[in-house]
């Protein structure tokens, strides 16, 4: 499997369903502004911020719906090409090595990894977890998601999620990155329980 850099895995659709470059939508919504990301509130959404030791950066954004999970980070990209391809094959790599179960689909997104990944439990036991990795590639930015939970799974649970996903918004930003780079996040002027 080879993942060339002048091609995009982005979905045909990406500019008018999203996810979206800052550049494709109006300012005047209700946003929850993650720095480079901003998302809109909704019912039963829950927002947790994961923050690195040590350092205290905002490295990662989980969002809880319905008892599953969306994780998502935004990465620097290039201008000539997108990184889904050759990220989708180190993590694949990378999964294959841990124990899990790996396969490529076509999803919603364009081609996404849906996995069954070792973890252990509370108790000890180690238990496959069902996990879907989703990415797309946009102007100088890629975002990717892990779908955990039900919604990894269940087909209108993960709808849900993927629609969840089409929702958000990045800003790049101007300043010059190297592709992968992690775009940066904070915490939201409005922190709440639920957004």
Same mark, same amino acid.
């Given at each position: 499997? !080879?993942?060339?850099?002048? !091609?995009?895995?982005?979905?045909?659709?990406?500019?008018?369903?999203?996810?979206?470059?800052?550049?494709?939508?109006?300012?005047? #919504?209700? @946003?929850?502004?993650?720095?480079?990301?901003? /998302?809109?509130?909704?019912?039963? =959404?829950? *927002? #947790?911020?994961?923050?690195?030791?040590?350092?205290?950066?905002?490295?990662?954004?989980?969002?809880?719906?319905?008892?599953?999970? /969306?994780? $998502?980070?935004?990465?620097?990209?290039?201008?000539?090409?997108?990184? @889904?391809?050759?990220? %989708?094959?180190? /993590? &694949?790599?990378?999964?294959?090595?841990?124990?899990?179960?790996?396969?490529?689909?076509?999803?919603? *997104?364009? $081609?996404?990894? #849906?996995?069954?990944?070792?973890?252990? !439990?509370?108790?000890?036991?180690?238990? =496959?977890?069902?996990?879907?990795?989703?990415?797309?590639?946009?102007?100088? @930015?890629?975002? %990717?998601?892990?779908?955990?939970?039900?919604?990894?799974?269940?087909?209108?649970?993960?709808?849900?999620?993927?629609?969840?996903? %089409?929702?958000?918004?990045?800003?790049?930003? &101007?300043?010059?990155?190297?592709?992968?780079? /992690?775009?940066? =996040?904070?915490?939201?002027? &409005?922190?709440?329980?639920?957004?």
């Amino acid at each position: 499997m !080879t993942a060339h850099a002048s !091609t995009f895995d982005t979905p045909q659709d990406r500019s008018s369903r999203g996810p979206f470059d800052e550049s494709e939508v109006s300012g005047i #919504r209700p @946003w929850i502004d993650l720095g480079s990301i901003k /998302l809109m509130p909704r019912d039963g =959404l829950n *927002l #947790r911020l994961e923050v690195e030791e040590g350092t205290n950066r905002v490295v990662a954004a989980s969002l809880d719906l319905n008892g599953s999970t /969306l994780q $998502i980070q935004p990465f620097a990209s290039r201008r000539s090409g997108g990184l @889904w391809g050759e990220i %989708r094959a180190q /993590l &694949q790599s990378q999964l294959l090595g841990q124990g899990a179960e790996v396969i490529e689909v076509q999803g919603p *997104l364009g $081609i996404e990894l #849906r996995a069954n990944v070792p973890v252990v !439990t509370a108790t000890g036991e180690q238990v =496959l977890q069902p996990a879907r990795f989703i990415g797309v590639d946009g102007p100088r @930015w890629f975002l %990717r998601g892990v779908i955990a939970g039900p919604a990894a799974i269940v087909p209108d649970q993960g709808e849900m999620m993927i629609e969840v996903f %089409r929702g958000l918004v990045v800003v790049r930003g &101007q300043q010059p990155l190297p592709p992968r780079e /992690l775009l940066p =996040l904070q915490v939201p002027a &409005q922190v709440g329980g639920g957004l």
